[in-house]
């Protein structure tokens, strides 16, 4: 309202008029009736959608005595709740001691400016003297500004857990209130960059495309039209990384030469996101490769529940069934589903996201947190310590976790804010505590029936000094690595006379000033 008046909607006389009247919130009233002490975000979720089918069936949501069964396993969400305060009670208290109101006075004005024009004193005073008294009181008051800080600085959480074969959602916490789930609900409600966690689509491309885990792409920094992107640790470059070893590491510079190389067509991103389950428009630039446009975080978790399901697609399904007061059916739901990505494929990527939680960024899921089952996923962390992401899943569960802020110039102050370190932990506690406390039946990611992906060895120098795969041969000197690859995608068997030269790709390269090093490039 008071927006309306001071953009000249409504008089003074008006706003002051309307301002000083009882607010009459009957949503509160209506919502009572769907409250939750367990899955509050949840319920709200579900109410919301119930909303938006009353019109279809002719129901009156809060008076006709329905029955609405829901995807909801209060088991998991009980250990959801418990595994995300602890978590994120311990990440919260690092992150007060670290961040300095002083070092970013320019956020705190701004903020401060922002709630005193809010504030109900203010917007009811009457002279512009009597505003400028109230503003400067309100700023100089600590405790008003101890409370607009503490709200800024309040790290949020969005965690969703689905099961891998149905698609139907098993826990949902939506942010740190958990007793009353007011507010912006983080799985379903915000949009953030999802940094790494983005690259298996990536690379789901790149093998549908006929790359491979062991296929090896340059690790050299390049100049793509003025964009010049590094990896984490801006000096591990150089050399040949294998696509296994690049994800299971994280490096940039590889998922961004599969865009820049041609390897991955930036339509095809388009494509295969949305088959595999993100709605949300994407923005279809090279940076796409390391996370660099916005998704919500539910969408990107049914991509990695589409993989865990062997490349189908199975819409989050929260509603079950709906039921009138006298038990009559009125409708049951199943989840959409389609084929998305061949079989084949999901199995590929899965081994190679096996190998970012066995070995890679997130392998603390094992050494530390102590889950053991066969799992996959990935981390992600915005370039500026704003979003922590880890997508993850088993054969039975699919789990998304987003840490970060409401307002995002406010982020965390530097690595301990990675989602390795602050999402990974809490998807590893929760899967650790489900699998003991459920006792949930151990299942491997088996391969698919076709056994078209078959283990193969491959000429070590050929991949690792030539950039052209090979496979292995008597003929080669250097050792064999070992490797899954689907059928088609069969390289030739090395020779050791026609296979000696480098194969590199180096139409924006960067000249390193300090190499002296000679080689034979061919186009």
């Known amino acids: 309202m008071h927006e309306m008046w001071e953009d000249g909607y409504i008089s003074e006389e008006q706003y002051r008029k309307f301002s000083e009247m009882p607010i009459e919130v009957f949503i509160e009233e209506s919502r009572a009736k769907f409250y939750s002490s367990i899955a509050p975000h949840f319920v709200e979720y579900v109410r919301q959608q119930m909303e938006e089918l009353s019109d279809k069936y002719g129901y009156d ?5 329905l029955t609405i069964y829901t995807s909801l396993d ?4 009980k250990i ?7 978590q994120v009670d311990e990440v919260q208290k690092q992150f007060n001691t670290l961040w300095d109101w002083r070092k970013n006075k320019k956020i705190l004005d701004d903020l401060l400016d922002k709630a005193i024009k809010y504030n109900r004193v203010y917007r009811l005073a009457e002279s512009s003297e009597e505003k400028n008294k109230i503003y400067n009181s309100l700023k100089g008051n600590v405790a008003f500004v101890d409370s607009v800080q503490k709200v800024a600085q ?5 965690f969703v857990v689905l099961d891998s074969k149905t698609g139907d959602i098993r826990a949902m916490v ?4 958990i007793e009353k789930g007011r507010g912006l609900n983080h799985v379903t409600q915000i949009k953030r960059q999802p940094g790494s966690s983005f690259k298996p689509i990536i690379y789901t491309v790149a093998l549908d495309n006929g790359l491979y885990p062991a296929y090896p792409i340059l690790n050299q920094p390049f100049d793509f039209n003025g964009w010049s992107p590094t990896n984490f640790e801006e000096n591990n470059i150089g050399g040949f990384l294998t696509l296994r070893d690049a994800i299971k590491n994280s490096v940039n510079l590889v998922a961004a030469r599969l865009i820049i190389e041609g390897h991955v067509p930036l339509y095809k991103v ?7 389950g993100i709605n949300y428009k994407l923005n279809l630039f090279p940076a796409i490769s390391l996370g660099a446009s916005e998704v919500i975080p539910l969408e990107l978790a049914s991509v990695y529940g589409t993989i865990a399901n062997r490349g189908i697609y199975n819409q989050p399904l929260s509603i079950q069934k709906i039921m009138d007061k006298n038990g009559i059916l009125i409708e049951a739901f199943a989840p959409k589903s389609h084929e998305a990505i061949s079989a084949e494929t999901a199995y590929v990527i899965t081994n190679m996201l096996q190998t970012v939680v066995n070995e890679g960024t997130a392998q603390r899921i094992r050494s530390i947190h102590h889950f053991y089952r066969p799992a996959a996923g990935k981390t992600g962390t915005n370039g500026d310590y704003k979003d922590a992401w880890f997508m993850g899943y088993t054969p039975q569960l699919t789990a998304g976790v987003w840490v970060g802020f409401d307002d995002q110039r406010v982020a965390f102050t530097g690595t301990y804010g990675q989602g390795a370190k602050v999402a990974a932990p809490i998807w590893g506690e929760f899967m650790r505590e489900v699998y003991d406390s459920l006792q949930l039946e151990e299942e491997e990611f088996y391969p698919p029936p076709s056994g078209d992906i078959v283990s193969v060895s491959f000429c070590n120098s050929s991949i690792y000094e030539m950039g052209s795969p090979r496979l292995y ?19 030739k068997t090395f020779n050791s006379e026609r296979d000696t030269n480098i194969v590199l790709f180096d139409k924006y390269g960067i000249v390193d000033s300090n190499s002296h090093e000679a080689i034979e490039i061919v186009d």
Request: hydrophobic share 30%; charged share 30%; net charge negative.
């Open 74 to 77: 209060t088991r998991m969400q």
């Open 174 to 177: 939506g942010g740190r209130d």
């Open 61 to 65: 949501l809060y008076e006709d005595g």
């Open 473 to 491: 041969s008597d003929e080669c000197s250097s050792g064999k690595l070992t490797d899954i690859i689907n059928i088609r995608d069969l390289p």
């Open 154 to 158: 309040t790290i949020e959480i969005g």
């Open 270 to 276: 388009g494509l295969y996101a949305k088959k595999m």
């Open 80 to 86: 959801a709740n418990q595994v995300v305060k602890i």
